[in-house]
């Protein structure tokens, strides 16, 4: 699962990227990177033990950020 989405904020163009992945021992990390074009990318990383845990954060962020103006660009 994987969503990026972008906004404007004083003429500079945001993003935000969540992903859901499984890592090599079986665990689920829900990856964010963030920035904008003018900066360096950010990236945080959490870890569940189960998918639906990883879910539920996916769609608690997912709607945090749409709340904040973030549109989304690509859905996968």
Known sequence: MKVAMSRVINETK???????????FGEWLLVR????IKSRPRMKAEVFEKIDY?????ERLLGMKMKKGYMPTIKL
């Open 14 to 24: 945001r993003y935000y990227k969540i992903e859901i992945l499984q890592n090599l």
């Open 54 to 58: 990883a879910q539920a954060a996916f």
């Open 33 to 36: 990177s963030y920035g904008s």
